[in-house]
């Protein structure tokens, strides 16, 4: 038992050791430390396990997104029993999305516990809710859905879920990314058309797809115009933060385009100058 102490203080380098910290913060035992263990390891920190793998929280993220939706998903549908599809699934889009699981993320203190290289760039908008969906994906494979489930209506209960705030709670995406193209003189453009209905679905389906400097971005779909043209402002904001290629590629092309119009407007006065 005291080897296993030292092992867990000397991993986790607090005054608690990382089983105290984990029972604290989950709210009950985990049976398998390696499985949080990785769920704290950022990709930064480049370790490999004996087969010369590397170990990240990745994986666990990708199961973890999986297992937060399914949850949230069926707490939605069983609060707000005659909502409408589309309200059901904007607002468990604002629940999972990057923004509120990094700021969960933080207000649980478990940004503080992951661990990365300082070396590399580390300091990301998602490294908290990277965590916290890598977490949930170890709850998952250490002691089951039912306890993920679990895990996520303490969160609720505790208030640091707030689900019909969230629910209430309007964002305008398109205004923010209306403010950012003319903030950095950028060209968007909104193309909204009736989508094919799927299904037997009676209402009227729409579908907006967001240009920026000519190149498609963020697609959205909702039951009215307007929503489909915040889900794609919303999309579009997540990948210009988060793909940096893409990003840059962007502002080339608004260069490109600034020099173009400049030579245009002073074509006129060099014909006048011959």
Known sequence: ??????????????K???????????????WH?????????????????????????????????????AVVSDLLYRKFSYAHEGFLTTTR?????????NELSSQLGLDKMVRYSCTKESHNNSLGGNAFEALVGAIYLDQGYSRSRWFIERLIKKGY??????????????SVLLEWSQ????????????????????DKLFQTVVYVESREMGKGNGF????????????TMDMLKRITPLRKGIFRRRLTRLVIEDMMAFLP?????K
């Not at 889009?93 to 699981?101: I, P």
């Not at 094919?196 to 679905?201: A, H, V």
């Open 33 to 69: 430390l390696s499985y949080y263990r990785l769920a704290l390891m950022h990709k930064s920190l480049c370790e490999r396990d004996k087969n010369g793998r590397f170990l990240n929280n990745e994986r666990l993220e990708f199961l973890g997104d999986a297992i937060i939706e």
């Open 93 to 101: 889009s604002k629940l999972v999305q990057r923004s509120a699981l």
């Open 1 to 14: 038992m005291m080897f296993l102490w030292y092992k867990v203080k000397s991993f986790f380098g607090d």
């Open 269 to 273: 006065e060099y014909e006048q100058m």
């Open 224 to 235: 009215s115009k307007k929503e489909s043209q915040q889900k794609a402002a919303s999309k």
């Open 161 to 174: 879920i707030k689900i019909e705030a969230t629910a209430k709670k309007e964002e305008n995406f398109k």
């Open 183 to 202: 903030k950095n003189k950028m060209k968007v453009y909104f193309d909204s058309v009736a989508a094919e209905k799927q299904d037997n679905n009676k």
């Open 16 to 30: 608690e050791g990382l089983y105290f910290s984990l029972r604290k913060l989950l709210g009950f035992s985990p």
